[in-house]
């Protein structure tokens, strides 16, 4: 059974950086495109930065466009979000997901497995 395992998320200042990790594990697909989403209390979770299986296709919601930078491993287990820059409305659960396919997209419903989530808080 396919597991999104996360980790690295925690409180910090305003300002200050996190990494967040999440790896992939007994995974059945040859490739895949992951994403990391998010959701705050009373929100929807929304798309945040997503890689696709060669790499060479990211992309960025604008909140996290010159902020965070999403990478991988060389081999394509783990997927990386380094958050900079944090400012109070980036606190939120992080969710990793992963996509059937080579492909990324920005749409919830494309994903078709999801990490159990990880708390980020940012303290003004």
């Known amino acids: 059974q396919l597991e999104l395992v996360e980790s690295g998320g925690g409180l910090v200042q305003t300002g200050g950086s996190l990494s967040l990790s999440c790896e992939v594990t007994r995974t059945p697909f040859l490739d895949y495109g992951m994403a990391w989403f998010r959701q705050a209390p009373g929100k929807e979770r929304e798309f945040v930065s997503g890689?696709?299986?060669?790499?060479?296709?990211?992309t960025y919601s604008i909140a996290a466009q010159g902020r965070f930078t999403i990478s991988r491993n060389d081999m394509r287990t783990t997927v990386y979000l380094q958050m900079n820059k944090l400012v109070p409305e980036d606190t939120a659960v992080y969710y990793c997901a992963l996509k059937r396919d080579p492909t990324v997209s920005q749409i919830r419903g494309e994903y078709d497995y999801w990490g159990q989530g990880i708390q980020v808080t940012v303290s003004s």
């Open positions: 890689i696709d299986w060669s790499g060479d296709f990211i």
